[in-house]
């Protein structure tokens, strides 16, 4: 490999450091600011000491672009991790044929790889690849198109990272939902900002967990409370537990005769007056005390407010 030649203004130091043991190298590498110590150490005969400069984020964009090149996988996989590697030497080492995926794997997890190299790490779809994948997948910059394509593959786990990327495209969530993987489909459940259409796909889902879920998500469309209301208990607990759920739907479940559900509603903070004055009156004393501790608190609030 062609060696950087150095500045020899700092010559007295640079001896001093050759004349130094490995691990001394090491950590003057890792925390060294001049340009020509580290092109100096960039050439060490250890591997270690080269690695520790190619994770030094002072290290110049010139020194990283060599180390890109370093016959030994971990100088370029820590190449590959550090922020201030370009994205023309990360595209380089998406490009190479490199054998140790681990160097791939961590230009995809930088930060600074844009879409155009992630979307160059995603044309191998072989099983072997697949950690490089997943790594593109979690990255916030990977585009649409990419992930629109590799929520295509078989595999779950893929799907699953999609499925929690929250700069996933509407279109691909509902394409996920739609094919219905429960693993990918519980992730999407999990979503801050799933679509209704999305929601409605999965409140007829299956899988009893995804459905579980998605009632349990405050960001749940309030419109679907309404169908998961229906379904079997586990669900109807969660949507009666859910502080989004619409007084309206809470309501509907006081009618059922399971008692801890009405306990929930009792609790919940979106019960109506009128519901709470009901389950005041229920058989089961764990209603009857729950709603009448929430209409205490709801007459002592109104009173305070109209002494101000």
Not at 81 to 92: F, H, I, V
Not at 150 to 163: C, D, F, M, P, R
Request: hydrophobic content about 40%.
């Amino acid at each position: 490999m062609k060696k950087i030649f150095t500045q020899d203004d700092n010559i007295s130091r640079i001896l001093d450091i050759k004349n130094q043991d490995c691990d001394s190298r090491i950590k003057i590498a890792e925390r060294e600011k001049s340009s020509s110590i580290l092109a100096f150490l960039a050439n060490d005969k250890s591997y270690c000491v080269r690695a520790a400069v190619a994770k030094n984020h002072n290290t110049s964009e010139e020194i990283l672009a060599h180390l890109a090149k370093d016959v030994e996988w971990a100088v370029r996989a820590e190449v590959a991790k550090n922020p201030s590697t370009t994205k023309e030497t990360l595209m380089d080492l998406a490009k190479n044929d490199d054998e140790y995926l681990n160097v791939k794997i961590a230009v995809a997890q930088n930060s600074k790889a844009t879409a155009d190299v992630l979307d160059e790490l995603a044309k191998n779809k072989e099983f072997y690849y697949k950690g490089v994948l997943l790594a593109v997948v979690k990255n916030p910059n990977t585009s649409t198109k990419t992930l629109a394509e590799l929520a295509k593959v078989s595999w779950s786990s893929i799907k699953s990272e999609i499925a929690k990327n929250q700069s996933t495209p509407d279109e691909v969530i509902i394409y996920i939902a739609k094919e219905g993987d429960q693993f990918a489909c519980q992730e999407i459940a999990r979503r801050s900002n799933i679509h209704a259409e999305v929601a409605k796909i999965l409140a007829k889902h299956k899988s009893h967990i995804v459905r579980c879920v998605l009632a349990d998500n405050p960001d749940t469309p309030a419109e679907v409370f309404a169908e998961l209301a229906k379904d079997e208990y586990l669900i109807r607990y969660a949507v009666s537990k859910n502080p989004k759920t619409p007084a309206d739907v809470l309501d509907e479940l006081t009618k059922g005769i399971c008692d801890y559900i009405r306990v929930n509603v009792a609790e919940n903070p979106n019960t109506s007056i009128r519901t709470l004055e009901k389950l005041a009156q229920d058989e089961f004393y764990m209603v009857r005390e729950t709603a009448e501790r929430r209409l205490n608190i709801a007459i002592k609030n109104f009173e305070q407010s109209k002494n101000l």
